[in-house]
């Protein structure tokens, strides 16, 4: 006999979890109880947002579950928008939130919120402890089904009387769930037909999404295009499923994605899109995308399938297992890499034409480009993790970095959290401890969840902050210019805080940038810096992301 | 249509031409679900986050105790009601869903109506639950209720009858449906 609490340390433990990610409230005093011997390393974060982030981030660099205690009451409604972060990229994170005794249940109790209620359409399962005796086989549940399938957030509700029951412990062995059984073998007769078609395009495109990188596929991917030269564009999930900077890479895809990727789309006869959503930021006008071509359309999820644009083939599974076995029938039709001469030369005009440019200060200003161009050669082209927040900053990012290597590039793409960077990189810093992780925010981004640079400090993780300061609410400001006749409403930052105050206060280092004349050897030397530091870029405070799809425009009509 | 973000102006009549986009076709989906707490939330919280209204719905069990069947009716544009089936099987308690296709099944419902009845109209009111092989179930010295069984074109046409005798109250259960032949629904 144990307590329940301490079944669910037992059942963690099974699932492999060595770190969890929370804050312990009154409702689950239980849990943290088991917590305190159970051999788990738990980080106290300062806020359950970045608690909830913190594992979305480990679940995104390692690959593995990312899981996150919260109490019951505001605890479990701050997890609600890392919750929906999760849904909307598909994170594995399984939460446990605290919950008032069964009795209180309804009754306006202290500390009592309908978790269950209010995140039902933000998870992908979630589970109302109604009985002791299920936590067991309900624990491990969750971690199927956060990890299989298309992955995604589960959350466990626990009343606190019911933890604190003893119950006979067994482990659990399989799992069994008769509603939930996801598609992961790819229909061989619908591989057979990609792969034909595949051959047979004049104009093709490989158009990889986040789900490659979730499918652990980027190889496959990767080989699949160098059969015989394919094209490849990634959305700003999939930034890192095919090798950048590379001959057959086009850049990345959609509003501020190159012209070049964006034009081969418009121009394409058959596009392969792996693990990709056709989300509104990829597509631009539904109406007018990539209207000359054939869809293949693989996805572990046949809701996907369809849902924005039609697909001509249709491959239900897990990419990786397509992918290879579309690689061995594609191989075997032993396409003629000469057919695509006519479409490389056209891509190469366009890339010649349309390269990614700004133009740079005449003085010693940094130019937030400038900053990330710096960053990826102080990093010695890119060997580090990078997460970013939302907005300039993260376009910037995603157009002028470049990703060898899957999992490298943590995001918030669907949900566009800001707020995200900062504990999604704390908790790829824990993940992935001998690897430099960095986060690039913005001054507005940082200031959302910047508490937990007092968690970095605490734990010694040496995650560098690295502040594009332009004192703007910068792409908001942007849109503001180009689409509300620059009338500045409510996107003046001023410059406060003192960030360097501020990272000492909280127990990091703290450094100013102001010069681009020496950025790349100062990046390198705050970089080089032990434990948590804070940089505070000081950049142009007006620019704008370029290219851009207007919204509602079609690729095509690209600006800038 | 304008995008979020953008200055361009909708008008109201834009916004309301995108949003009545109705084919008229009326779906009937029979759903199997587990019998758990949260299941039928979750499948009605998929439908009005895309705004659509659900006619009808009726909770029952079946055969199998662990199993509950949820019946909906629905009406809306093809392409999205497919995009709400996708979105229901991925819901872990939910184990079938079929879009019943009208001659493929039978569907019934049932109706109680409370009909004004002096010892005047009676006779006729009568006369009108006979032909329609309804039943009175309770009869007052102003009032009977009638019940009323079949599909829901006869229950309709049943209202229409009897609406003029003065229609006190009505409860209607909505649609329960299963397919024809020996296939499971």
Same mark, same amino acid.
């Given at each position: +006999?144990?307590?329940?609490?301490?079944?669910?340390?037992?059942?963690?433990?099974?699932?492999?979890?060595?770190?969890? &990610?929370?804050?312990?409230?009154?409702?689950?005093?239980?849990?943290?109880?088991?917590?305190?011997?159970? !051999?788990?390393?738990?980080?106290?974060?300062?806020?359950?947002?970045?608690?909830?982030?913190?594992?979305?981030?480990?679940?995104?660099?390692?690959?593995?579950?990312?899981?996150?205690?919260?109490?019951?009451?505001?605890?479990?409604?701050?997890?609600?928008?890392?919750?929906? $972060?999760?849904?909307?990229?598909?994170?594995?994170?399984?939460?446990?939130?605290? *919950?008032?005794?069964?009795?209180?249940?309804?009754?306006?109790?202290? *500390?009592?919120?309908?978790?269950?209620?209010?995140?039902?359409?933000?998870?992908?399962?979630?589970?109302?402890?109604?009985?002791?005796?299920?936590?067991?086989?309900?624990?491990?549940?969750?971690?199927?089904?956060?990890?299989?399938?298309?992955?995604?957030?589960?959350?466990?509700? +626990?009343?606190?009387?019911?933890?604190?029951?003893?119950?006979?412990?067994?482990?659990?062995?399989?799992v069994r769930l008769p509603g939930y059984q996801p598609t992961t073998e790819g229909n061989q007769k619908q591989i057979r037909l990609?792969?034909?078609?595949?051959?047979?395009?004049?104009?093709?495109?490989?158009?990889?999404? !986040?789900?490659?990188?979730? %499918?652990?596929?980027?190889?496959e991917l990767?080989?699949?295009?160098?059969?015989? !030269?394919?094209?490849?564009?990634?959305?700003?999930?999939?930034?890192?499923?095919?090798?950048?900077?590379? *001959?057959?890479w086009l850049g990345m895809l959609g509003m501020h994605g190159t012209r070049t990727a964006n034009y081969a789309m418009d121009e394409a006869d058959l596009i392969v899109a792996v693990g990709a959503r056709f989300d509104d930021r990829i597509t631009g006008k539904l109406s007018e995308f990539a209207p000359r071509a054939k869809f293949i359309h693989i996805d572990i999820d046949p809701a996907e399938i369809s849902k924005n644009v039609p697909a001509h083939i249709p491959i239900v599974g897990d990419a990786k297992n397509i992918l290879a076995r579309l690689l061995s029938e594609y191989r075997g039709?032993?396409?003629?890499?000469?057919?695509?001469?006519?479409?490389?030369?056209?891509?190469?005009?366009?890339? +010649?034409?349309?390269?990614?440019?700004?133009?740079?200060?005449?003085?010693?200003?940094?130019?937030?480009? &400038?900053?990330?161009? %710096?960053?990826?050669?102080?990093?010695?082209?890119? $060997?580090?993790?990078?997460?970013?927040?939302?907005?300039?900053?993260?376009?910037w990012a995603a157009q002028y970095f470049h990703f060898t290597k899957p999992r490298r590039w943590i995001q918030s793409g669907g949900l566009g959290t800001m707020g995200f960077g900062l504990p999604a990189a704390m908790g790829a810093a824990?993940? *992935?401890?001998?690897?430099?992780?960095?986060?690039?925010?913005g001054d507005a981004s940082i200031q959302m969840n910047m508490q937990e640079l007092s968690t970095l400090a605490t734990y010694g993780i040496p995650v560098k902050v690295v502040i594009m300061n332009n004192g703007y609410l910068g792409m908001v400001r942007q849109w503001q210019e180009l689409f509300w006749d620059r009338r500045y409403s409510a996107v003046e930052m001023s410059q406060w805080p003192d960030f360097v105050k501020l990272a000492e206060a909280m127990g990091c280092h703290g450094v100013r940038l102001v010069d681009k004349t020496t950025l790349v050897d100062d990046l390198r030397a705050a970089l080089a810096l032990d434990g948590p530091v804070v940089i505070d870029a000081r950049v142009t405070k007006e620019e704008s992301v370029y290219p851009m799809i207007a919204p509602g425009q079609a690729a095509r009509d690209m600006v800038g | 249509m304008g995008e979020p973000g953008t200055k361009e102006l909708l008008s109201l009549a834009e916004l309301d031409a995108a949003a009545g986009v @109705?084919?008229?076709?009326?779906?009937?989906?029979?759903?199997?679900?587990?019998?758990?707490?949260?299941?039928?939330?979750?499948?009605?919280?998929? =439908?009005? @986050?895309?705004?659509?209204?659900?006619?009808?719905?009726?909770?029952?069990?079946?055969?199998?105790?662990?199993?509950?069947?949820?019946?909906?009716?629905?009406?809306?544009?093809?392409?999205?009601?497919?995009?709400?089936?996708?979105?229901?099987?991925?819901l872990v308690n939910v184990l079938k869903i079929r879009d019943?296709?009208?001659?493929?099944?039978?569907?019934?419902?049932?109706?109680?109506?409370?009909?004004?009845?002096?010892?005047?109209? @009676?006779?006729?009111?009568?006369?009108?639950?006979?032909? =329609?092989?309804?039943?009175?179930?309770?009869?007052? @010295?102003?009032?009977?209720?009638?019940?009323?069984?079949?599909?829901?074109?006869?229950v309709e046409a049943f209202e229409r009858m009897v609406r003029p005798f003065g229609l006190v109250e009505m409860a209607r259960t909505g649609e329960i449906a299963l397919s024809r032949g020996r296939g499971e629904t």
């Open positions: +006999m144990m307590r329940a609490v301490d079944a669910i340390m037992e059942c963690l433990k099974a699932e492999g979890v060595d770190v969890v &990610f929370g804050y312990p409230g009154g409702a689950n005093l239980p849990t943290y109880d088991a917590m305190y011997d159970s !051999g788990i390393r738990h980080i106290l974060v300062r806020h359950e947002a970045g608690g909830g982030h913190a594992a979305e981030g480990y679940a995104k660099a390692s690959g593995k579950v990312g899981v996150c205690f919260a109490t019951s009451g505001p605890g479990a409604t701050n997890i609600v928008t890392p919750l929906t $972060d999760a849904m909307m990229d598909s994170v594995p994170v399984v939460f446990f939130t605290g *919950q008032v005794r069964t009795e209180l249940l309804g009754t306006d109790g202290f *500390q009592e919120a309908d978790t269950f209620g209010i995140t039902m359409p933000i998870v992908k399962h979630s589970f109302m402890i109604q009985h002791p005796t299920e936590i067991p086989r309900i624990v491990h549940e969750a971690f199927h089904i956060a990890r299989t399938g298309r992955p995604g957030p589960v959350l466990i509700d +626990m009343p606190t009387d019911l933890t604190r029951t003893e119950i006979d412990y067994q482990p659990v062995g399989d990609a792969a034909k078609a595949m051959a047979n395009a004049r104009r093709p495109v490989i158009y990889a999404g !986040g789900g490659v990188i979730n %499918a652990d596929a980027s190889s990767t080989e699949l295009a160098l059969v015989d !030269g394919l094209p490849v564009t990634c959305t700003l999930m999939g930034l890192g499923a095919f090798p950048a900077p590379h *001959q057959q039709l032993q396409p003629d890499p000469a057919r695509l001469a006519e479409w490389w030369e056209r891509i190469e005009r366009w890339r +010649m034409q349309h390269p990614l440019r700004y133009d740079d200060s005449a003085d010693n200003e940094i130019k937030p480009q &400038f900053l990330v161009q %710096a960053l990826y050669d102080a990093t010695d082209r890119g $060997d580090c993790i990078l997460a970013t927040d939302i907005g300039q900053h993260q376009m824990v993940a *992935q401890p001998d690897l430099r992780t960095i986060v690039l925010s | @109705r084919t008229g076709r009326k779906h009937v989906l029979s759903i199997l679900v587990e019998n758990k707490p949260g299941v039928l939330t979750r499948i009605a919280g998929l =439908f009005a @986050r895309r705004g659509f209204n659900i006619d009808t719905l009726v909770v029952g069990p079946t055969d199998d105790e662990a199993l509950s069947r949820i019946t909906l009716t629905v009406d809306g544009a093809m392409h999205p009601i497919d995009q709400v089936t996708k979105q229901l099987h991925k019943l296709e009208p001659d493929e099944a039978v569907a019934r419902e049932m109706a109680l109506f409370k009909i004004s009845a002096d010892a005047g109209s @009676r006779g006729e009111i009568m006369q009108v639950v006979e032909i =329609f092989r309804a039943k009175i179930i309770d009869v007052q @010295r102003r009032t009977v209720i009638v019940e009323v069984t079949g599909t829901h074109d006869k």
